[in-house]
């Protein structure tokens, strides 16, 4: 999964990519990104990333159908985008783009999962991600790259690193 979007980054270059992440909860706080979906329509320029709603949403229901409707098991998690030009931390308008997502959901999820990932200057992958919880909190994330070879990364809340 990394090499794909690795290799995927470096075809968009300069351009801010991004889409929907697909997992399954292991354990309450630790979830395991088995999807990684990448928008087709290319909304994005140098230093904004345009989610498209409904697209997002086609992709949340074919993936549903393709895993196999375990809705309790694996579920949409969250967002990721790109940072080509920016480091892999959230932006101000990131923020409110989570926020008005997580309210989208109502009660449907209480939380979101958003990765950011670049390639840096000799094109290494670099992965952050955040949890933003319907009580308002924040939690930033460790990631776990799981083997070579396997198609999944693990993405865990990081407690100690609860910011305000
Ligand atoms: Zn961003």
Redesign the pocket.
Known sequence: MIERWAADLGRAGPT?VGGVLFGEQVAEGDFRVVEVTRQRSMGGTATT?KRRGGGARKEIMALHEKIGGEPERFNYLGEW?S?PS?PVW??S??EITMRKLLADQGNAVNFLVLV?VKLDGYARFQIAARTYLASGHKLNCEIEIEGAGTDAAGVVPSVNEEEK
């Open positions: 801010e990333f985008h940072h920016a959230p932006s308008q990131d950011i």
